[in-house]
Structures are given as C-alpha cells and as structure tokens.
C-alpha cells in the first residue's frame, strides 16, 4: 500500500509567535509545517526543497515580503510555486503590489483559521494539478523523444536496407568479371563527392550515392562470350553490348522509389557523350541529365584504373591525363572541373577500395577448379 505524501506548507515571518499560530493551524490539518523568520533564510530552504504553498509576510526587516516574492519568481525552480501573501496592511496600493509581484492569494492579518485553511487547501489543489500536468509534460516529452529515436534507428536501418539491396543488386551485374572488384562502393563515393562539390542537395547527393551502382546493371543480360572477352570486340558485338544500357534501364522502370527512378535513368544514359557520340540515344550536352553526366565520369575513371579483361589498370596520372584531355567532348566541362577541384577525395576513396577481395562467387569458382 502506497503511502500518502502529505502537502508541505512553509511559512515566513519574522514574528515567532505567528510562526508558533501557523503551526498550530496546519499540522492538525495534516500539513506538513516549515518555517523561516527572514527572507534570506527563506529563499535558502526553498531553493532546496521547494513547498507546495507558501505563506509570506509581507511587513520584514532587511528584505520584505514583496522582495522575497520577486526572488521567488526570476528562480525557474520556484516561479511555479503558490504564493499567499499575509500582510495587515489594507490599502489598495499594497494589495496590487503583491498582485504585480506575483502572487497568488493574499489575507489580512489578523486571519480567519476557516478561511485561511480553505485558501491553502485550493492552492495545494492548484500546486498538485499544475505538478501532474509537469510530470505529464516531461513524460510525453520523453515518450516523444524515444519515439524520435526509434523512428530515426527505423529510418537508418531502412537507408541501409535499401543501400544493401542495391548493392547487392549491382554486385550481380558484376559477378561475372573478377577484376571488377569494388567498381560499385567506389562509384558510389565517386558520384556522391562530385554531387557534393557541384553544389547539389544533401538529398540529391544521396540519392545518386544509391543509383549509380546500378548504371550496368544491363550487363546481366550480355552474354559471357562478349562481355568477358579479353580483346577488342567486332562491331556486331560492340552493338550487343550496347544494349546493357537498354537492358539495365528495362529492369528498373517502373519502380515508386525516388533513387530506383533515378538508377533507370543512370543506367540509359550514362554512356551519352557531351558532344553527342555516346549511345543509345546519341543526346548531346545539358539534354544529358546531370546525373548521368556525374556518373559518367566516375565510371570511366574507374575503369581506367581498374583492371579489365581486355586491359591492365592505367598509372594514375595517365587516368586523369585522358579525363582532363576528354572534357568537352565525352565529359560535361563543368563536371569534370569538379572532379578535378576534389581530386585529392577521389584519390582517397580509390586507395580505400584499392585491396579488397574478388566476388565470392570467383573464388568459389577457382576453389572447384583446384578441387577437379
């Protein structure tokens, strides 16, 4: 059985003999009594452990009731706190002096016991409902805040989900070739750190941080003949797998998803060409979408640096020579201005991507083979 908490009543006066009354009128009542005999004293003990209705003095040496009250008010901890004001002066100046300072209840000395028990049982009434609705308060805020919480670790795990699916979506276009690596962690920094230096949103920049991985998805439908042959392909051939752009953008349409929307339109057309000669579609400048253009750029620079089955990785420097000497004509000025102005994060997100493993499902493949 929970016991009962009983209301607290701080009294201060300077008077001990009025003091002795106020006691002698609450504790009956079941009212906790504490008491002060001067202002300073007073703001002390509340300050430690504030009352539920306190009963002030207003006629006191050295600070008076109504500067007391004032001090209660400016203090965050006891601004809330029910106030009567007793005092035996009866002019009306006196009376909206305390009103202005605050206060909640005023009486006259000297004080009716009926009266003055029934104004302290209001404002315990008063002091008790305005806690409940604090406690209420802080509680939906806490409610609120984990609710925030969940939301966003929800949302969090929602981005990675999708960033997961995505992944591994690419991956599959990619299982094929064992040197191809981490071509799609790369791309995806590559484009999110030129979107960024472009001056695109947050939003924006994330969401080419999902698509560009899927730019070849296409591939998936390029027989292996063509797309691991290790020489130059015929021209009927190179018409096969121009076709992965068609391809990829065939699998992702159709899609509700923002970033999926924005990956079918990578996937078309990111082999479009500044100056018109890329494929499928042979678009020419700003007709190419920003985001193509962007992907663009970080594909070809991966692949220059990559190894392929028809190529060894190009040296850096050489990389970047043919970037700089292909703005204008395959690559949009400005984004390859971009790439070059954040040269040093590119660099940083090739080195960091540079070591990792081959697919498993090559080494899968080359375990078999030693086992035969």
């Not at 209840?105 to 209001?122: I, N, Q, T």
């Not at 591994?168 to 191809?180: N, P």
């Not at 004509?329 to 954040?342: E, G, I, K, L």
Request: net charge neutral.
């Amino acid at each position: 059985m929970l016991r009962e908490v009983k209301s607290r009543i701080f009294c201060v006066d300077d008077e001990k003999l009025n003091l002795k009354l106020l006691r002698s009128l609450l504790e009956p009542e079941g009212y906790v009594f504490e008491g002060a005999e001067n202002g300073k004293a007073a703001l002390e003990a509340i300050e430690r452990r504030p009352p539920d209705v306190i009963l002030l003095d207003v006629m006191m040496p050295n600070m008076s009731g109504f500067e007391v009250l004032v001090a209660l008010r400016a203090n965050a901890k006891t601004r809330w706190l029910p106030v009567i004001m007793l005092t035996a002066l009866q002019d009306v100046e006196a009376r909206v002096q305390a009103l202005e300072a605050g206060c909640d209840d005023f009486m006259s000395k000297p004080f009716d016991k009926v009266e003055l028990l029934a104004r302290v049982k209001s404002l315990v009434r008063i002091k008790t409902y305005h806690d409940q609705m604090e406690r209420y308060e802080q509680n939906l805020e806490a409610e609120v805040a984990r609710k925030t919480e969940k939301l966003l670790r929800a949302l969090k795990d929602k981005d990675l989900a999708h960033l997961d699916t995505v992944y591994r979506l690419s991956r599959a276009a990619e299982y094929k070739d064992e040197d191809t690596g981490d071509h799609i962690l790369r791309m995806s920094e590559y484009a999110r750190t030129l979107a960024q230096h472009l001056g695109l949103k947050d939003k924006l920049a994330d969401a080419l941080f999902y698509a560009a991985p899927m730019h070849d998805v296409g591939k998936i439908g390029i027989p292996d003949a063509i797309l691991l042959k290790p020489g130059k392909l015929d021209a009927a051939e190179w018409e096969i797998m121009k076709q992965h752009t068609l391809i990829g953008a065939e699998i992702l349409k159709g899609s509700k998803v923002g970033f999926i929307k924005l990956a079918e339109v990578i996937a078309l057309t990111h082999h479009e060409k500044w100056d018109g000669s890329g494929y499928p579609k042979g678009l020419r400048g700003d007709k190419i979408p920003l985001a193509s253009r962007i992907t663009a750029i970080a594909d070809v620079y991966d692949a220059l640096t990559s190894r392929r089955p028809y190529k060894e990785p190009f040296p850096t420097e050489q990389a970047l020579k043919i970037i700089r000497e292909s703005a204008g004509s395959h690559f949009d000025p400005r984004v390859a201005d971009a790439f070059f102005a954040c040269q040093e994060q590119i660099l940083a997100i090739k080195a960091k991507y540079h070591t990792l493993k081959p697919p498993l499902l090559i080494q899968m493949k080359k375990k078999l083979s030693s086992m035969s």
